[in-house]
């Protein structure tokens, strides 16, 4: 089975600041990697996946992740946040063979402060 | 192209009673997963269906059960409703059930128990 753990449940941050957002995964099979974003009242959106291939993955509004097989780390970086980036993020995986569903972890509450 | 919709978006009942939400998945798309998100738990999975067949179950007491139509709708019925039940209903579609394709999540449907 996968797991994934978001290490931090709340992350603030001034605007123009960089952030990370880290995401650990547990698996004894190859998986792929996602990272969502919700925003209030909202369903989630996908930021950015990893399915092979390099492993600095480029995604939307400015966000990046790189895929670390040997510390099992997805973590999730951007280099100048915006008001407009808090929501809360998860990070996902998904077994790549097969078909089972999403694992997701418990989500980190970005807030950005002006 | 229109997005997952979702209805209704939200819902109020008594403990006891039971419920349907609908899911309307984003045109041409056959796999339909359905998750359920707490505060406590965050986001898990129900189930999915792929082609009006049921490809993955959660693990969730067969209080909660789904159905897919020919025209790739889906719909999720909760019974003997419980306190605990109480969450957003998230559903979300992809093109097919293979584990690399993006899943496109709707709004939800707010479930509150009294």
């Known amino acids: 089975a996968q797991s994934v753990t978001q290490l931090d449940s709340q992350v603030p941050v001034f605007e123009e600041a960089p952030v990370e957002l880290r995401c650990n995964y547990s698996s004894s099979v190859s998986v792929y990697l996602f990272w969502y974003v919700q925003y209030p009242n909202q369903g989630l959106q996908l930021l950015l996946k990893?399915?092979?291939?390099?492993?600095l993955v480029k995604g939307i509004n400015g966000f990046e992740a790189e895929f670390n097989k040997s510390q099992t780390s997805f973590h999730l970086r951007k280099p100048s946040v915006h008001i407009s980036d808090t929501a809360e993020y998860f990070c996902?995986?998904?077994?790549?063979?097969?078909?089972?569903?999403?694992?997701f972890g418990k989500g980190t509450r970005l807030s950005v402060i002006a | 192209k229109a997005g997952v919709t979702q209805t209704p978006r939200y819902l109020i009942k008594t403990r006891g009673q039971q419920v349907t939400l609908s899911c309307s998945p984003i045109?041409?798309?056959?796999?339909v997963s359905w998750y359920q998100q707490t505060p406590g738990q965050g986001l898990q999975f129900l189930f999915e269906?792929?082609?009006?067949?049921?490809?993955n179950k959660g693990n969730f007491p067969g209080r909660f059960s789904g159905r897919q139509f020919s025209n790739s709708r889906s719909e999720m019925n909760v019974s003997t409703l419980e306190l605990g039940d109480s969450a957003l209903y998230l559903c979300a579609s992809s093109l097919w059930s293979d584990s690399y394709n993006e899943q496109f999540f709707g709004p939800g449907t707010r479930l509150t128990v009294l």
């Open positions: 996902a995986v998904r077994r790549n063979s097969g078909n089972t569903p999403l694992v």
């Open positions: 045109s041409g798309h056959r796999s």
């Open positions: 990893y399915l092979s291939g390099s492993t």
């Open positions: 269906y792929f082609s009006e067949t049921q490809r």
